[in-house]
């Protein structure tokens, strides 16, 4: 049972324009969201999370938006940049501090 | 500071073997956590330790097994190794109180 769900593997934007990232959870009970970037040969590296007592969290050119009623968060990267281009993993606290990771989406930010 | 570092990068065992992976925390850091990435998959959370217990397991069976040292360096170690562990081996850093994790690089694990 996929707790958390990312239904798009892969993602290519333009260098400049908006990368939208989006993230299901099927788990009412999580109250916690992070994303994570992973690059080739290197391990997952925290981005941003965000509160499900908030409904945006922003850092520079991130921001993650929450709709609990919809169990449904996105990552907004905007302008998108070649260094983006990254698996980007949604993940919720799940004992405690460990997580459960989403299946990742992989970007691809065209020059 | 120091990150967080795994050994070996890659390893190549044969069905049935056992294999142990070692991880170094980052600087300060008193749990460490391992998880294991399947191709194509997000991370699945293998267990946790703390001050030298485990402190909450995923489902994965018994012959995943791990150890924290003093130091708060970890070894996880994999008995009667089957085709279906290889995968990247991840390990993470942090502070019991806090919720960013910090990962290693990964040991990629081939089972023949």
């Known amino acids: 049972d996929q707790q958390v769900k990312q239904n798009s593997p892969s993602l290519s934007v333009q260098e400049g324009r908006i990368s939208i990232l989006n993230c299901d959870y099927t788990?009412?009970?999580?109250?916690?969201f992070l994303w994570y970037k992973k690059y080739p040969a290197e391990g997952p590296t925290f981005l941003i999370s965000i509160s499900s007592i908030k409904d945006k969290n922003e850092d520079g050119r991130f921001t993650v938006f929450l709709n609990k009623s919809a169990k449904h968060l996105s990552l907004h990267i905007v302008p998108s940049q070649p260094g983006d281009s990254a698996v980007y993993f949604c993940?919720?606290?799940?004992?405690?501090?460990?997580?459960?990771f989403g299946p990742g989406t992989r970007l691809s930010v065209l020059p | 500071e120091t990150g967080v570092t795994q050994s070996p990068t890659h390893l190549i065992k044969t069905r049935g073997q056992q294999v142990t992976l070692r991880c170094s925390s980052q600087?300060?850091?008193?749990?460490v956590s391992w998880y294991q990435q399947a191709l194509g998959q997000g991370p699945q959370f293998i267990f946790q330790?703390?001050?030298?217990?485990?402190?909450g397991r995923g489902n994965f069976p018994p012959r995943f097994s791990g150890l924290q040292f003093p130091n708060y360096s970890s070894e996880l170690n994999v008995n009667a190794l089957e085709l279906d562990d290889s995968a990247l081996y991840l390990c993470a850093s942090s502070l019991v109180d806090q919720e960013t994790q910090y990962f290693g690089p990964g040991t990629r694990l081939l089972v023949l």
């Open positions: 600087s300060g850091h008193n749990t």
């Open positions: 993940a919720a606290p799940i004992y405690g501090q460990n997580f459960v």
């Open positions: 788990n009412s009970m999580f109250d916690y």
């Open positions: 330790y703390y001050r030298e217990e485990e402190n």
